[in-house]
């Protein structure tokens, strides 16, 4: 089958399905904006890394409508998936394909009835159902929004995100004693919750676990000061991994999350996993009192009792957690990301194109 991907920014986690597609025998072209190095909202990933062996072009500022239609026409996908529905080029070309390919459009957002979401919904027949056919999505929460915009059930295709094969390192035989937040240092990631919260968590013990920090902001002085926390900065996709297997107990106390794939990085690497209810992952990947404990959001007491309960679980009760961590995540394993959207591309191909021979 031949996939073209118009995407926004690339990351680990989206290329490492596009990977395993092109490890599946798929012919896949991919147009992708260039990472904003100085951007405060993003960290500053490799592409040329991330992209190494896929078929990818990148653009700045705006993409480059001709060349998009162009690849359009010589390449003649079967599947055209589109990132973000802002970019003007990628919706002319959604539309200018319509029963040409299955096209799909990219959202990893909740419903949450504001009023540009309802503005969405009221226009969904002008702008998003003549673009496109379908939805990709990571989870349940999004598939709400899905048909506020008018798909139908089985045009909603689920699991969005994975992670790379390198996280899945299977359960923990020896679990670690340290916490680890990765992400970037800002107040939606409830930074200053987690700052109180393990100074509260080190005050109540004996012997407290140390907290690592991956990431990058403008928070970093939240936590600069506090004894126990190790600040690594910014670490790579590929080095990850390896902080990650170091690891015990993934804390994520974000204020919104909409999905939080660093909650299937910690689950397939092994550990517990701390977050709240807000994050949209959590449905699938942390069940409370299971493999770790779901918490509510700006409740520093709340956060630091639960990190009091993992650290404080035996070793057999530690080592489960672990198992059942890694169990949870084998649902977003790279490979079958690309399985599943095969297979739901296969069965809506012949419903939204025909008149032309499909690949497999």
Same mark, same amino acid.
């Given at each position: 089958m031949r996939y073209y991907l118009a995407w @926004? &920014?690339?990351?680990?986690?989206?290329?490492?399905?596009? %990977? +395993?597609? $092109? +490890? @599946?025998?798929?012919? $896949?072209?991919?147009? &992708? @904006?260039? +990472?904003? $190095? %100085? *951007?405060?909202?993003? *960290?500053?990933?490799? !592409?040329a890394e991330l992209t190494e062996?896929? !078929? *990818? $072009?990148?653009?700045?500022? @705006?993409p480059d409508e001709e060349l998009l239609l162009r690849e359009l026409d010589e390449f003649q996908p079967d599947v055209l998936i589109v990132n973000s529905w802002h970019i003007p080029a990628y919706m002319k070309a959604a539309r200018k394909w319509r029963g040409r390919a299955l096209r799909i459009v990219v959202m990893d957002h909740q419903w949450l009835g504001t009023p540009k979401q309802w503005l969405g919904r009221v226009t969904r027949q002008l702008f998003i159902q003549p673009a496109f056919d379908a939805a990709f999505m990571p989870g349940d929460e999004q598939a709400v929004f899905a048909r506020h915009l008018g798909f139908k059930q089985h045009e909603i295709i689920t699991s969005l995100y994975t992670c790379d094969d390198p996280f899945f390192t299977g359960p923990q035989a020896e679990p670690k004693n340290s916490f680890l937040f990765t992400g970037r240092l800002v107040d939606v990631k409830g930074v200053d919750v987690l700052a109180e919260a393990y100074r509260s968590y080190r005050a109540s013990t004996d012997d407290p676990w140390p907290l690592v920090v991956a990431g990058m902001g403008p928070m970093e002085e939240e936590l600069k000061a506090i004894e126990g926390v190790e600040l690594l900065g910014f670490v790579s996709p590929k080095d990850l991994p390896k902080v990650m297997a170091e690891s015990g107990c993934l804390v994520l106390p974000s204020r919104f999350e909409p999905w939080g794939v660093v909650l299937q990085e910690a689950a397939a690497s092994g550990q517990a996993v701390i977050c709240t209810s807000t994050c949209g992952g959590a449905s699938r990947l942390v069940l409370d009192g299971y493999n770790g404990r779901v918490v509510t959001p700006d409740r520093p007491a709340e956060l630091a009792a639960a990190m009091a309960w993992v650290a404080g679980a035996d070793a057999e009760h530690r080592r489960a957690m672990s198992e059942r961590s890694t169990e949870l995540a084998r649902q977003y394993t790279p490979t079958r990301w690309a399985e599943h959207l095969t297979d739901r591309c296969h069965e809506l191909l012949p419903e939204k194109v025909t008149g032309r021979a499909r690949r497999r």
């Open positions: @926004q &920014y690339i990351t680990g986690y989206s290329t490492s399905g596009m %990977h +395993a597609l $092109v +490890a @599946q025998g798929h012919d $896949v072209k991919l147009m &992708y @904006q260039e +990472a904003l $190095v %100085h *951007a405060p909202f993003l *960290a500053p990933f490799d !592409d062996g896929l !078929d *990818a $072009v990148g653009w700045s500022g @705006q």
